[in-house]
């Protein structure tokens, strides 16, 4: 097929570059050229600001209930798109049909979530103090947010904050990643299609020192939202230090995976093998450090070979997303020592790297200590629950975290002494319901669920003199 050039969209049209640049994406199955974007610079995200800033507030002087109305004909609008939102999604990053229909549900729920969340809390409350005052709080918008992205999971990532920030009567300035813009450029056009006023979601594509940088720092941005690398959120947090303005940030993880001697195992190694397979690995919660109670260690090693060998390129697993990543994970494994499984790239052109496993890893190495965002898992083993829980926790990171026990109380106590944002027990799902972030260098603040709604509004306080 043709590849096609996609403009920024600002004030709810196409707006070319200003500086007339354009940036290739790839196709990662094949390494063929895919579609090209603008490459965006500051003139681009100042016109975009301009209009975020004209727009927000008569759209956060509607009721909640007429925003939440707009975001559910968003929400109806990506469901009805998801053939050509997957179509753009696959050709920039490969996913699998099976991630790409959980990703574009996911991300139409979050509208639809937030649409309803913010009519029954998206308002303050009164506070009492007596005859002679009326006194009340109000959660305000803050005008204008700037959302940065990573490549992983595009468009998903940008709906988890889009949606909270618009239904609290923000307007948005998105900065994609630049492998992987074209699903955010196509939502901007669906919800103002579905009725969102112009000017209020606007996409600025580009690098991060061009896009990116000018957005972080542009003056009449209130508060950033971001996800990707940490070296990339230190950046940021200095940036929004010396501005004063609040930032979330959604970085990395090496998340720890628990299994115990009584847990089920066959159900405790297929949650390994998901988060081996799914995405490739490409998953900041992925749960990639397998720690195994000594007595099963190989049993359950040998459980998660023999699925992983069965795991299909295309079908189960995707490739790597970037040309870069592909080059970081391979070299993780180069000299890495011999793996259970795996260990090394699939032949042919595409950004393929075998599902690999490296079994009883010293927790002190590279492999054990950081994030490969890959198709690749590290076991060791541990002697009881105290070990457990100091291997689980050895880690900068603090993302989340899995437990899987047939002794519900050890899961529960462990759960509650893990330092991870999020502790699934045997399985318990993460939903758009379930707030979600980091401890540690993983990050701050928190998205998804009713706490991301007030992350996206800041509260004022009115008090009435009534004599
Ligand atoms: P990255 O930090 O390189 O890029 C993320 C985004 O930031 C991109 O849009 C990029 O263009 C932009 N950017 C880069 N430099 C910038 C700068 N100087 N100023 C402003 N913007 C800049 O991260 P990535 O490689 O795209 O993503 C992978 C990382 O993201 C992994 O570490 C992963 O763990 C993390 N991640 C975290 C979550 C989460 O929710 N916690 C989710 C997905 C990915």
């Keep these: 097929m043709a590849t096609a050039r996609h403009d920024h969209w600002i004030d709810g049209r196409t707006h070319p570059p200003r500086g007339g640049a354009r940036l290739p994406t790839l196709d990662p199955t094949t390494r063929a050229p895919g579609d090209e974007i603008a490459a965006g610079t500051a003139p681009d995200v100042a016109d975009a600001v301009e209009a975020a800033r004209r727009a927000w507030r008569d759209w956060a002087d509607r009721s909640p209930a007429e925003r939440g109305a707009v975001l559910h004909r968003i929400a109806e609008a990506v469901e009805a798109d998801a053939p050509e939102l997957s179509r753009l999604e696959r050709a920039c990053t490969g996913k699998t049909e099976a991630q790409l229909r959980l990703e574009i549900g996911m991300s139409a729920e979050y509208f639809r979530y937030y649409a309803g969340v913010v009519r029954a809390a998206g308002q303050g409350r009164v506070i009492e103090q007596g005859a002679g005052s009326h006194t009340y709080t109000r959660y305000e918008p803050y005008g204008v947010v700037g959302v940065i992205t990573p490549w992983n999971l595009p468009l998903n990532q940008a709906c988890r904050a889009l949606a909270p920030a618009l239904a609290m009567g923000n307007a948005v300035v998105v900065k994609p990643s630049e492998f992987t813009s074209t699903s955010t450029l196509r939502l901007a056009r669906l919800a103002t299609e579905a009725g969102l006023p112009d000017g209020v979601l606007n996409v600025v594509t580009g690098t991060g020192p061009q896009a990116g940088e000018a957005l972080a720092a542009h003056p009449h941005v209130r508060r950033l939202a971001f996800t990707g690398s940490v070296a990339t959120g230190?950046?940021?947090?200095?940036?929004?230090?010396?501005?004063?303005i609040p930032l979330?940030?959604?970085?990395?993880?090496?998340?720890?995976?628990?299994?115990?001697?009584?847990?089920d195992l066959e159900r405790a190694s297929a949650a390994a093998v998901t988060a081996l397979a799914a995405n490739s690995g490409q998953v900041c919660s992925a749960t990639a450090r397998v720690l195994i109670e000594e007595s099963v260690h190989d049993e359950v090693v040998d459980r998660i070979v023999t699925a992983a060998e069965k795991?299909?390129?295309?079908?189960?697993?995707?490739?790597?997303?970037?040309?870069?990543?592909?080059?970081?994970?391979?070299?993780?494994?180069?000299?890495?020592?011999?793996?259970?499984?795996?260990?090394?790239?699939?032949?042919?052109?595409?950004?393929?790297?075998?599902p690999t496993v490296y079994a009883r890893v010293d927790p002190a190495s590279r492999l054990a200590r950081e994030e490969i965002f890959g198709p690749v898992l590290v076991t060791t083993a541990f002697t009881g629950e105290a070990q457990a829980l100091r291997l689980a926790d050895?880690?900068?990171y603090g993302l989340t975290a899995a437990v899987w026990t047939g002794d519900l109380t050890r899961g529960l106590r462990l759960a509650e002494r893990i330092e991870a944002g999020q502790v699934s027990v045997n399985g318990g799902p993460l939903t758009v319901e379930t707030p979600f972030g980091g401890y540690r260098r993983s990050g701050h603040g928190r998205e998804k669920g009713l706490t991301a709604l007030h992350e996206y509004a800041q509260l004022k306080t009115v008090s009435v003199g009534l004599r």
Excluded: M
Aim: charge should be negative; hydrophobic fraction near 40%; charged fraction near 20%.
């Design 234 to 244: 230190r950046y940021l947090a200095g940036v929004a230090g010396g501005r004063l």
């Design 248 to 263: 979330t940030l959604e970085l990395g993880g090496k998340s720890p995976l628990l299994i115990f001697a009584d847990a």
């Design 311 to 354: 795991l299909r390129p295309g079908v189960d697993y995707g490739p790597l997303i970037t040309e870069a990543q592909y080059d970081k994970v391979l070299g993780f494994l180069a000299g890495a020592g011999t793996p259970a499984t795996g260990g090394g790239p699939l032949p042919g052109p595409g950004l393929y790297v075998r």
């Design 394 to 396: 050895d880690t900068e």
